[in-house]
């Protein structure tokens, strides 16, 4: 049961779905998605030790195709295969036009991201990342609302301004291609750079995760992309693809570069964070509950960055942990974002409110993700935002007191969204509660979120030996 | 056997709450509040029989299920720790706990979301019981958040009210506030250390030295206290959590979780120790929050008001005594406060249903013959508090301002203001809601009531308590002081013997209580004074009566700036950088344009640029030879 599997059958599953026609396209992509997470869940559960599978592609210049399956890449894989089959069924009972595209592009999109977290070739790596782009692209800007010009601005600036970003990366390979002969990652992480050339390489490389991720201040496409795509497509980008950085930068960054790494450790540091108290305080005063989240993510993806950079095991660790929890409960928060939209027909906060006693059951869903969202212990969050802001204790402890400010601000924003959102007096149009599709989705979400809550050591297990591998590499 | 036992104490109040929260729409009533009531009752009947062991024999147990969360140097593990200490407080909190679940079978009868208000009171008690038990800081902090957040749901507990929902988003995070410090200083432990277990901790650190960062980690780990315990600076939430039932207040926001920074401090009492920096700060901090609250509560109106600011006051006084290292005294107040502040509330509360929701003490007046069981109870209650033997608050407070003044004296002093503020407007309360002329509608005088039993009931055992349970520390010979020993053995031993000092103290403070007692006997009974409306109100008691404008100063010099900074980076921050962003773009565009007019397909242009260039490549050439 290998890897290429899964990425054989997201790629199959995608021509598929375009095949059967509207009608069948949802399930189908559904059926598919469900069978790539299963391929993944035995991938995982039969990895012992990490393996490399590497095919000659290109002979000259030197070219594999080469996927490393390590737990790391495991766990993105788990979160990216996870994921899928729950967005693709957040548009059950909802009409989706042109249907066969939409799904396929979704699927599309799924191999394109299953390919970065495996991908061992710089040049294959760098495919799959770009590949991404492509599906996100249209469905933002075909199936998205709002004004379609507003949405084409926002959505063209979003991929020019993260291809621009990749192309640093790309020149990047380029020069370490001409030192090493070759792009397979063990290659590189052998290499040998001076200082010089590990910084050039180290900020090539930052720009394009920076965009990606995003850190302040790379981060001005984000807030209108989201507010301006799909639900699916807004799932796809906070849930898995903004993960595609945090993990890149583990991968490929930290281990090519170390002694950079090291030297802009604390200017990253307080880069990170302060992605975390700007993304926080603006969230407070947003107006659109989608844009709301959005630099809720910002602020939350700041500390993951915080953690990743941090280079110590507490901090990738934690940051990893907290990369799957973000995902899952971003990924409900969204879907929350859509319920409403589906009943009010509006984004904006102060037309909501007043839903609690109408929808009972999708207030206490909804809450859950909220006390998730602030990192509420016994939630999945909890875990990752502990163990991240203990490794920042232990580099400097103003760094978790800085840090630290999420529990307080992170609990200010989301509180009182919910209270707009959802408290207050009974609001005159009516709100019916969630359907049987909606509960599902969300009570799955839920059930996810306190059963990692209480083991994510079943996680940390499996990743920890390819993080400790990652840190030989560095130090 | 223990252990199941154990077990089955910490989840029959979660199993209680998915019971209500899944089913308990669909059955009656009295079926729902009857299982919230049991699954305490339950958690009850362990702790008793968990007790009676332990007080016999003196061995702590652990309970470990799993290995939660790793770190690279320690592993955190889900387990729970039934010692001393931990069942000491479980008796209460169960015990009260119980009596509070009956008590709102009555008085939340015919709310809509009765069955929420027991599930929510159900996951109250499990994580308090976490909170207390959990055998290192991580697991004691899930129950420290977790309480938190019942703290949130039931404040805002009728939800249509905004006002309320502020005051419990207010609540929410203010404490987190303080669980940032909490957690701070679990950090630094975590690191000293290499374990943020108790029994790991006190091992490292007993008999060991003070030094900088176990400083630091105590003030940290006393911010965090000061957040749940309603201490200066943070002390602003409590009051406004009284919009919450008020079987909430008497459970959570009297008796219960607002004692666990003071449970946290004793369970710590080896690192506060080590601090006496630290412990200064706290002795200082307590004192002069319960004076500060005690003179607020003087001139409040709302009679869950004054409960509340006393609620602060009191605790400032258990703070008092922690500062001095006495840990087993401030232990003994919580343990009496328990019992006559549940009390005071549940008759608050008693008083407010037959009221039907009126809760300014303006509007009452001579319910004490109509309320005759919870006149009774509130009198026993409010002489308890007020210090005056042989209540149970007497022994307490007398302890407390005893170790006070062989420390410091302007601290005793300060306790001992703030107590003769506590007699006074405790019985300012008693005779303006209970004696002379009923000043309400007619309407209200006219459906005014005796509480039922289920209400009366939980209010005669406390009013019990309340009197009799000052024995538990009877002064040279305390129960309570040689059940704690095993646990804090190490620490100064605070066992007064009674010589002519104490007498002395004793009598003062007693004669201290009795003034304040007069004091409102004479101006609230005989006079038959009733304060002013808000709007006559002039000077010092209008300042007082507005809580010193704390809550606006807090408003002004954080809130507003935060939200002012939210709108400046939402307008102007986010904008300017996106205009960067669009400006590479009009920067490449403009180049282009530039090029673009290089291109004009002029001959003669291009024949220019040719000829100049072949010079200059000549040119270069010939000076690089």
Same mark, same amino acid.
């Given at each position: 049961m290998d890897a290429i599997y899964i990425l054989g059958i997201l790629l199959v599953g995608a021509m598929l779905t375009y095949t059967v026609g509207d009608k069948w396209a949802s399930k189908v992509a559904l059926l598919f998605s469900l069978v790539a997470f299963g391929f993944t869940v035995c991938l995982g559960h039969c990895l012992t030790e990490e393996r490399n599978l590497i095919w000659s592609w290109i002979e000259s210049p030197s070219i594999h195709f080469a996927l490393k399956i390590d737990g790391l890449a495991v766990a993105m894989l788990l979160l990216t295969t996870a994921l899928i089959p729950l967005i693709i069924y957040s548009t059950f009972g909802k009409q989706v036009k042109n249907a066969k595209a939409f799904f396929a592009l979704i699927l599309l999109m799924a191999f394109a991201m299953s390919g970065t977290f495996l991908a061992a070739d710089g040049i294959l790596y760098y495919i799959f990342w770009e590949l991404s782009l492509i599906p996100i692209y249209f469905i933002a800007l075909l199936w998205g609302n709002g004004d379609l010009e507003e949405r084409k601005k926002a959505v063209i600036k979003f991929f020019i301004y993260t291809f621009a970003g990749s192309l640093f990366m790309l020149a990047a390979f380029i020069y370490l291609y001409s030192k090493a002969g070759s792009l397979l990652i063990a290659d590189l992480y052998a290499l040998d750079l001076t200082g010089e050339e590990q910084c050039w390489i180290f900020a090539a490389f930052f720009l394009a995760y920076a965009i990606k991720i995003p850190l302040i201040p790379f981060h001005t496409w984000q807030a209108n992309v989201y507010q301006k795509a799909p639900t699916v497509g807004t799932m796809l980008l906070s849930g898995i693809m903004l993960k595609m950085g945090l993990y890149s930068v583990i991968r490929w960054q930290l281990p090519i570069a170390p002694d950079a790494s090291k030297e802009w450790m604390p200017f990253l540091l307080y880069l990170g964070i302060a992605g975390v108290i700007y993304g926080s305080i603006v969230a407070i005063?947003?107006?659109?509950l989608k844009k709301l989240l959005a630099y809720s993510s910002l602020a939350h993806v700041g500390l993951i960055a915080a953690g990743v950079y941090s280079l110590t095991f507490d901090g990738i660790q934690g940051a990893v942990l907290q990369m799957l929890a973000h995902g899952l409960v971003v990924v409900g928060l969204f879907f929350a974002a859509e319920v409403i939209h589906r009943r009010f027909e509006t984004r904006k906060i102060d037309e909501m409110g007043g839903i609690r006693q109408q929808a009972p059951k999708f207030t206490s869903l909804f809450m859950i993700l909220v006390l998730a969202s602030v990192g509420l212990p016994l939630t999945f969050n909890f875990v990752g935002e502990f163990t991240v802001l203990y490794s920042l204790s232990q580099i400097d402890i103003i760094y978790a007191v800085l840090g630290g400010l999420t529990i307080i601000l992170g609990a200010y924003y989301m509180l009182k969204m919910f209270q707009n959102v959802m408290l207050g007096e009974t609001n005159a149009k009516p709100f019916a509660d969630i359907t049987m599709h909606e509960g599902v989705l969300l009570g799955i979400i839920a059930g996810a979120i306190f059963f990692f809550g209480l083991h994510a050591k079943c996680i940390t297990d499996f990743i920890t030996p390819s993080i400790q591998n990652i840190l030989t590499h560095i130090n | 056997m223990n252990q199941t036992l154990a077990l089955i104490l910490i989840i029959a109040p979660l199993i209680g709450f998915l019971i209500n929260i899944f089913v308990g729409k669909k059955v009656n009533e009295k079926l729902s509040g009857s299982i919230g009531t049991l699954a305490i009752l339950i958690s009850f009947i362990g702790t008793i029989i968990l007790f009676l062991d332990l007080n016999s024999n003196h061995q702590a147990m652990t309970v470990k299920l799993f290995d939660w969360i790793g770190t690279e140097r320690f592993t955190i593990a889900f387990s729970f720790q039934f010692d001393e200490l931990s069942v000491l407080w479980l008796m209460f909190v169960t015990g009260i706990g119980t009596l509070i679940h009956m008590y709102s079978i009555s008085y939340m009868h015919g709310d809509e979301n009765f069955h929420k208000f027991f599930a929510y009171l159900n996951l109250f008690i499990f994580f308090m019981i976490t909170l207390v038990t959990g055998s290192n800081l991580l697991i004691m902090f899930i129950g420290w958040e977790g309480v938190g957040l019942c703290s949130y749901l039931l404040i805002g507990f009728w939800h249509k009210n905004q006002a309320y929902n502020d005051a419990a988003k207010k609540a929410f995070i203010m404490n987190r506030i303080g669980d940032l410090g909490l957690l701070i200083g679990i950090f630094i432990l975590g690191a000293l250390y290499s374990t943020v277990d108790f029994e790991g901790l006190k091992t490292a650190m007993e008999g060991g030295e003070g030094s900088y960062w176990i400083s630091i980690a105590a003030i940290c780990l006393f911010i965090g206290a000061c957040g749940k315990s309603a201490q200066i600076p943070l002390y602003t939430w409590l009051p406004d959590a009284m919009a919450g039932p008020t079987p909430v207040s008497a459970l959570i926001h009297a008796a219960t979780m607002v004692t666990a920074g003071i449970f946290m401090i004793t369970r710590l009492h080896f690192l506060f120790d080590l601090a006496p920096e630290v412990q200064n700060i706290i002795a200082i901090v307590g004192g002069v929050t319960s004076l500060v609250a005690a003179t607020i509560g003087l001139f409040q109106n709302d009679i869950k008001k004054v409960l509340a600011y006393s609620t602060v006051s009191q605790l400032g006084l258990m703070f008092l005594a922690l500062g001095f290292g006495a840990y087993e005294i401030a232990v003994f107040h919580v343990i009496t406060h328990a019992f006559f502040k549940a009390c005071l509330f549940l008759g608050s509360g008693s008083v407010i249903h037959a009221m039907h929701g009126?809760?300014? *003490?303006?509007? *009452?007046?001579?319910?004490k013959n109509v309320m005759k069981i919870t006149y009774i109870t509130f009198l026993i209650s409010s002489l308890a508090i007020s210090g005056i033997p042989p209540f149970s608050g007497f022994f307490s407070k007398d302890e407390i301002l005893m170790t006070a003044f062989h420390n410091n004296t302007a601290l005793w002093v300060i306790g001992s203001l703030a107590s003769i503020m506590t007699a006074f407007y405790m019985f300012r309360l008693l005779y303006l809601t209970f004696f002379n002329k009923f000043r309400g509608t007619d309407e209200q005088k006219h459906h005014l009531h005796e509480s039922p039993a289920l209400i009366t009931f939980p209010l005669i055992i406390l009013a019990i308590l309340a009197t009799v349970g000052g024995l538990i520390a009877f002064p040279g010979k305390s129960w309570l002081n040689a059940y704690l020993a095993p646990l804090l053995h190490d620490g100064p031993q605070h066992a007064h013997h009674l010589g002519t000092t104490e007498y002395i103290l004793m009598a003062v403070a007693v004669v201290g209580g009795l003034i304040g007692i007069v004091l409102a006997y004479m101006k609230f009974k005989q006079k038959n004074t009733v304060p002013v409306e808000d709007d006559q109100m002039q000077g010092v008691a209008k300042l007082v009566y507005n809580k010193y404008y704390v809550d606006e100063m807090y408003d002004a010099t954080i809130v507003k700036p935060v939200n002012v900074l939210s709108k400046f980076f939402r307008d102007k921050i986010e904008v300017l950088l996106s205009s960067i962003v669009f400006g590479f773009a009009s920067l490449t565009g403009g180049l282009g344009t530039i090029g673009r007019k290089l291109q004009n397909g002029s001959i003669g242009l291009y024949l220019f640029a040719f000829v100049i260039g072949i010079c200059t490549i000549l040119a270069l050439m010939f000076i690089a030879k």
């Open positions: 005063r947003q107006k659109d | 009126e809760q300014d *003490m303006r509007r *009452m007046g001579g319910l």
